[in-house]
């Protein structure tokens, strides 16, 4: 199996939904010193990975924006995530379009987070294709052009967790990565404070087959804007290594590898045969070559407190110490309050829209020494970090 899942995502509080529109970045879709709020481990390198400002630790990444509250990856969630607080915000996932631009979606496919099934002119474009090995059906970003696509408006993706999001279904189009870029340095003039971006490169390998390679399309518009420096409020994050190497010789702003489940294989492994594991990255010897290249590393909430058969959060792993140990930060995805999304022990009741015993579950993984975390809820994130902060 190749990566690039969240893997945590249902509708419901079973162990595993099954609703596409459920999934949160699924398959079918889908280093150090004290920046990055990076406290008391020094590295030998850190000015070679460096990046300025210190930010708040555990430090607190808006994901996807605030879209456990706005249909993800629009204006309104980002905006929203600045107003609650969010000390970065994940802006975007980035594709691309038939024209070469980059779009903040979380997967080429938009049939769940657009209203592309509502327009009959592009009912042609629907198509099945294999996507980093899984069959998946839909519209996809790279068979649209900018202006096509600027038709679009997004919708909530879960609705079953997220009623409420619908209300704002249709109100935003999908913003490009300039558009970003350009949004953070009017956000920062406004609100005389730093504004902090964490855009993702989504499956770069299948793009790059395509002819529409991701890396030097976000290092040129880095350059444009003047953020591709050590210094620049850009982390930049991707699930493939490879990816990240290439960025690391193309720009110097800080680079985070994404990490999913145990037994994965990043798909860029899987194109070029190397055998490892996602297993074998988090021991010793991978996280020293991850810390070769990348400030940090962004495994699933599961890689550093697994749970058992029954969904309840066992003991930590040594991931957190062992990352640290080689300068690498941690910044583990991803928080959301709704049952379904929590461990077992921390879930109060069985609707799929309620909120579980979400502050709980922050104290267990904040003890663990993460640096910080994407959450869905950045507000909530904050009250719990005030909370372990004391
Ligand atoms: O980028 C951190 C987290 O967003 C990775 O998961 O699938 O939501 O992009 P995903
Ligand atoms: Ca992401």
Not at 95 to 101: A, E, M, S, Y
Not at 240 to 265: G, I
Not at 351 to 375: E, L, P, Q, R, S
Request: a neutral charge.
């Amino acid at each position: 199996m190749g990566t690039q899942e969240s893997n945590e995502e249902t509708s419901g509080t079973g162990a595993g939904g099954t609703g596409r529109r459920a999934l949160l970045g699924a398959a079918v879709l889908g280093a150090g010193g004290a920046v990055l709020g990076m406290a008391g481990t020094a590295r030998a390198d850190g000015a070679r990975h460096g990046g300025g400002g210190n930010l708040p630790k555990p430090t607190i990444i808006g994901h996807r924006g605030a879209s456990g509250y706005r249909p993800e990856h629009t204006f309104g969630s980002y905006q929203l995530a600045l107003d609650l607080g969010a000390d970065i915000v994940e802006a975007g996932d980035l594709v691309p379009t038939k024209d070469g631009h980059l779009v903040c979606r979380h997967e080429p496919e938009i049939g769940g987070t657009t209203d592309v099934a509502d327009h009959p002119e592009f009912a042609g474009r629907k198509k099945t294709k294999l996507l980093d090995g899984v069959s998946t059906t839909g519209w996809f970003t790279e068979d649209f052009t900018l202006a096509e696509l600027k038709t679009l408006r997004a919708v909530e993706r879960i609705p079953a967790n997220r009623p409420h999001n619908t209300l704002y279904d249709g109100r935003w189009e999908i913003p490009t990565f300039e558009e970003v870029l350009r949004w953070q340095d009017e956000q920062t003039r406004k609100r005389g404070k730093q504004v902090w971006i964490y855009p993702e490169l989504k499956h770069p390998t299948y793009f790059r087959k395509q002819g529409l390679p991701l890396e030097e399309r976000v290092a040129k518009l880095l350059r444009k804007y003047r953020k591709d420096r050590r210094t620049s409020p850009v982390i930049l994050q991707s699930f493939e290594p490879t990816s990240v190497q290439r960025l690391h010789r193309l720009v110097d702003n800080p680079l985070v590898v994404l990490l999913s489940s145990a037994n994965s294989r990043p798909w860029d492994f899987v194109e070029t045969g190397d055998p490892r594991t996602v297993a074998d990255l988090v021991k010793p010897a991978g996280l020293r070559e991850i810390a070769s290249y990348a400030r940090g590393i962004g495994p699933t909430l599961d890689l550093v407190i697994p749970r058992d058969a029954q969904g309840n959060l066992t003991r930590p792993t040594t991931l957190v110490s062992d990352a640290h140990k080689v300068g690498l930060i941690l910044h583990p995805y991803t928080m959301r309050n709704e049952n379904p999304f929590l461990p077992a022990d921390f879930r109060k009741g069985t609707d799929a829209d309620a909120y579980g015993d979400v502050f709980g579950a922050y104290k267990a993984y904040f003890a663990t020494g993460i640096d910080g975390v994407f959450t869905d809820q950045p507000d909530t994130g904050l009250l719990a970090r005030e909370d372990f902060n004391g």
